[in-house]
């Protein structure tokens, strides 16, 4: 049995970590994989074959964090093997990040470690009422050290201080007031509530999506410069002139939807919210 699924239907891809005996512990299996996966998707999301990810996983846990046997190793690792380690997390925390469709992350219960850092890089998280969020590294004289930047962007500077040293657990309706969660649900309504959001995620522009997606990251970065403004006004420029925006504004005009949001979620996903 593979430790993650990866699996496609009508715009959507679905990555799943499926360790549910270990509640999705990740050691450097899993990371490997879920690299593979990002780097499959990477051409199918620039050809339009996929325009949404959802980050999920089995069982009761979104994930506990670091796997126990996985961490029984790295005791015997020097500092460049855990340099090399720690470079293939980065790399996968970068790469989620910087996926160019719209990124939803399912948490249905536990998000320890460095799943907090897999929620952060994605764009939207809903989670069930169930779910607990927890920056648990400082227990075990370790810090969240590789998923510090997506983190305390989520949170801002004041909340990182407090969670990453205290490891205080995070309750979901403390994770939404923070901004770790963008909305939460009960937990029988998690998957209607997912659906809901790819519906509403599938009736924008891919192109428009792609091109704001990577115009935030250099807003975020450089908000005020002039770089940035010549920027801005060459993506919408662009856009307003491409295929997809003279279709989009043809769809508005003749109060029509636009070609690209005529095809809705498939019957599974469907069958999931009845």
Wanted: hydrophobic share 40%.
């Amino acid at each position: 049995m593979t430790n993650s699924t990866l699996t496609m239907d009508a715009g959507v891809a679905r990555l799943t970590l499926n360790r549910p005996d270990v509640h999705n512990a990740f050691d450097d299996q899993l990371i490997a994989e879920l690299n593979a996966h990002l780097d499959k998707l990477q051409p199918l999301i620039k050809s339009g074959e996929v325009r949404v990810v959802v980050l999920g996983s089995e069982g009761n846990s979104f994930s506990a964090g670091a796997d126990l046997n996985w961490m029984k190793r790295m005791v015997d690792y020097d500092v460049d093997d855990n340099l090399a380690d720690s470079r293939k997390l980065a790399t996968l925390m970068h790469s989620l990040d910087t996926l160019p469709c719209p990124t939803l992350c399912r948490v249905q219960g536990a998000a320890f470690g460095g799943a907090v850092g897999l929620a952060t890089c994605c764009d939207i998280v809903i989670a069930s009422d169930k779910a607990r969020f927890c920056l648990s590294e400082v227990k075990i004289g370790l810090s969240p050290a590789v998923i510090s930047p997506y983190v305390q962007r989520a949170l801002g500077a004041r909340q990182m201080r407090r969670y990453a040293l205290s490891a205080e657990v995070i309750d979901a309706s403390t994770a939404l007031s923070l901004g770790l969660a963008h909305q939460v649900v009960e937990h029988s309504a998690l998957d209607s509530a997912v659906d809901a959001m790819l519906e509403t995620l599938l009736a924008g522009s891919p192109q428009a999506q792609q091109a704001t997606k990577t115009l935030l990251q250099t807003v975020s970065q450089s908000p005020d410069s002039d770089a940035t403004r010549e920027q801005t006004c060459q993506v919408i420029a662009k856009l307003r002139v491409s295929e997809e925006g003279q279709e989009g504004l043809a769809g508005f005009f003749e109060k029509r939807r636009p070609a690209w949001a005529e095809t809705p979620l498939s019957g599974n996903a469907k069958e999931r919210r009845s």
